[in-house]
């Protein structure tokens, strides 16, 4: 089921540095497929994500999603 994402862009320079989503709420993602439009600290987004809750990773943080669509603000 896909939900939409409004939030910030960030990058995170542990474990090797790896790019997120803060929403607007407060709720962390961490896209699997990160659009290098986005790659940029700080940028505004509107995105609309799957869960892929069984996704294995080393990093520590934030729900694991795959973008479906995006827009910058």
């Avoid at 089921?1 to 790019?19: E, N, P, T």
């Avoid at 600290?41 to 799957?50: A, P, S, T």
């Amino acid at each position: 089921m896909s939900k939409r994402v409004l939030g910030k862009v960030i990058y995170h320079d542990f474990s090797g540095g790896f790019w997120g989503i803060v929403s607007d709420k407060g709720i962390e993602y961490r896209p699997l497929n990160f659009p290098i439009q986005l790659k940029k600290e700080g940028v505004r987004v509107d995105i609309v994500v799957e869960d892929m809750n069984d996704e294995i990773s080393m990093f520590m943080w934030g729900q694991p999603v795959k973008i479906i669509s995006f827009s910058i603000l």
